[in-house]
T-cell receptor, first 117, second 114 residues
Framework: DTEVTQTPKHLVMGMTNKKSLKCEQHMGHRAMYWYKQKAKKPPELMFVYSYEKLSINESVPSRFSPECPNSSLLNLHLHALQPEDSALYLC????????????????FGPGTRLTVL | GENVEQHPSTLSVQEGDSAVIKCTYSDSASNYFPWYKQELGKRPQLIIDIRSNVGEKKDQRIAVTLNKTAKHFSLHITETQPEDSAVYFCAASGGVSNAGKSTFGDGTTLTVKP
């Protein structure tokens, strides 16, 4: 399996809802990432997990809560979001952990298109 | 932290022509430079990458060149086809201070006219 998968593909939620995004990879990759992407903009890094431990949090508001239950799974829990949080949420993975000097190729999932009403 | 500038922001070429997109980076410790193609509504897809110990890499119609001294790298697409139309992002990553982070350019919207 050489793919990163994400569910759901689309999500519409109200500002009081709680929902979760899911990401899965079975390539044995040890680093997993959450990005947020607005239309016509580059992906913005939110969180990085390396060997199932949170290694980077890019000052993301607490209404976004990441979780890495095991080496293949990454979740993003959403609560009390704002309309400006509407975006494409991308998950990515890379083979090695993030502590080394040498950077690694990141492979992106198809994303979840999130709309907050 | 790292800063990546990408030019041009839009590029329109005739089918069969070449297209060149340029990026500059600021952190000399960066050692990995991927290029992603993103079609509308789809994921960024890696099309080619280069590491800092290599000056040029080619894959069929696509090539990337890296000038470490000047801190810039470029994507070259030859014999463009309408299916090359997409947004292209460059990125720079690597080094101790940027461990785990990729810094993206703002993207170039390439349109190939048939």
């Amino acid at each position: 399996d050489t793919e990163v998968t994400q569910t759901p593909k689309h999500l519409v939620m109200g500002m009081t809802n709680k929902k979760s995004l899911k990401c899965e990879q079975h390539m044995g990759h040890r680093a997993m990432y959450w990005y947020k992407q607005k239309a016509k903009k580059p992906p913005e890094l939110m969180f990085v997990y390396s060997y199932e431990k949170l290694s980077i949090n890019e000052s993301v508001p607490s209404r976004f809560s990441p979780e890495c239950p095991n080496s293949s799974l990454l979740n993003l829990h959403l609560h009390a979001l704002q309309p400006e949080d509407s975006a494409l949420y991308l998950c990515a993975s890379s083979q090695r952990g993030t502590s080394g000097v040498l950077a690694d190729t990141q492979y992106f999932g198809p994303g979840t298109r999130l709309t907050v009403l | 932290g790292e800063n990546v500038e990408q030019h041009p922001s839009t590029l329109s070429v005739q089918e069969g022509d070449s297209a060149v997109i340029k990026c500059t980076y600021s952190d000399s410790a960066s050692n990995y430079f991927p290029w992603y193609k993103q079609e509308l509504g789809k994921r960024p897809q890696l099309i080619i990458d280069i590491r800092s110990n290599v000056g040029e890499k080619k894959d069929q119609r696509i090539a990337v060149t890296l000038n470490k001294t000047a801190k810039h790298f470029s994507l070259h697409i030859t014999e463009t086809q309408p299916e090359d139309s997409a947004v292209y992002f460059c990125a720079a990553s690597g080094g101790v201070s940027n461990a785990g982070k990729s810094t993206f350019g703002d993207g170039t919207t390439l349109t190939v006219k048939p």
